[in-house]
């Protein structure tokens, strides 16, 4: 797995980056990018969570430095994490539903409805 890094904060930290399944494919990434990004670069995809990635472009390259966050941050995260496995358990829900063509109440169908209408509209 290799990515292409095109923007990071200034204190080194990654803010926009694409993964690909080879060198060459994030290589080609850079160089559609290079007019737009001169700094970007291809590297093999890092060990460890993004938020701990340290980018040194003169290098071209990344490192792994640990991130202390506050209480309030863990908090948040780990908010955000129950908030993105529940609606992949809600999603997963709605998919069996369909499969097995399952008659659910009205009230559950149009929540359904409503749910897949947000996702078309997100989508476009």
């Given at each position: 797995m290799h990515?292409?890094?095109?923007?990071?904060?200034?204190?080194?930290?990654?803010?926009?980056?694409?993964?690909?399944?080879?060198?060459?494919?994030?290589?080609?990434?850079?160089?559609?990018?290079?007019?737009?990004?001169?700094?970007?670069?291809?590297?093999?995809?890092?060990?460890?969570?993004?938020?701990?990635?340290?980018?040194?472009?003169?290098?071209?390259?990344?490192?792994?430095e640990p991130v202390v966050l506050t209480q309030e941050e863990v908090l948040r995260e780990k908010m955000s994490e129950l908030h993105r496995t529940d609606l992949n358990l809600i999603r997963a829900i709605e998919d069996v539903i369909d499969i097995m063509a399952v008659t659910v109440p009205p009230v559950v169908a149009d929540l359904i409805a409503r749910r897949k209408a947000l996702r078309q509209e997100i989508s476009k």
């Open positions: 990515i292409s890094v095109v923007a990071w904060t200034s204190d080194g930290r990654i803010s926009k980056y694409r993964e690909f399944a080879t060198k060459a494919e994030a290589d080609a990434h850079v160089a559609s990018v290079s007019a737009r990004f001169p700094g970007a670069f291809a590297t093999e995809y890092p060990a460890g969570p993004v938020r701990e990635w340290k980018i040194d472009p003169l290098a071209k390259s990344i490192s792994l």
